[in-house]
């Protein structure tokens, strides 16, 4: 599965909360970009919130109009943190607690 950087970045965000996340909080993700315009990325950040809305990595809240659906609040789902804890795998960090421990029973083993 294929996941844009905009989307990983609205997963990571998502993933440890057990509620609602507030979808402004995924404008953060161009805060250091100035180029795009601020309907460009409103547009591009709804469009992503529904690509992985048809995935059924995240479930939108929202309200919906005869049209089109407006979506305020996002939520993991099951899948989701599946796919999270796939990307942030290669992040997650080395316990370094349980392997100086082993480090001084090699050194009193070597000096036996």
């Avoid at 057990?18 to 409103?42: P, S, W």
């Avoid at 992985?52 to 789902?77: A, M, P």
């Avoid at 100086?100 to 050194?107: D, G, T």
Wanted: aromatic share 8%.
């Amino acid at each position: 599965m294929r996941i844009s950087a905009l989307q990983k970045y609205i997963l990571i965000r998502c993933y440890g909360r057990e509620r609602k996340v507030n979808r402004k909080k995924f404008f953060n993700f161009y805060n250091k970009d100035k180029k795009t315009k601020e309907k460009a990325r409103i547009k591009i950040i709804t469009k992503s919130i529904e690509r992985l809305i048809n995935k059924g990595l995240i479930v939108g809240f929202g309200e919906r109009t005869q049209h089109k659906w407006y979506i305020s609040d996002v939520q993991l789902t099951v899948l989701g943190k599946k796919v999270t804890k796939k990307l942030l795998g290669e992040q997650i960090k080395l316990p370094l607690k349980r392997i100086k421990k082993y480090a001084n029973i090699k050194k009193i083993i070597k000096k036996t």
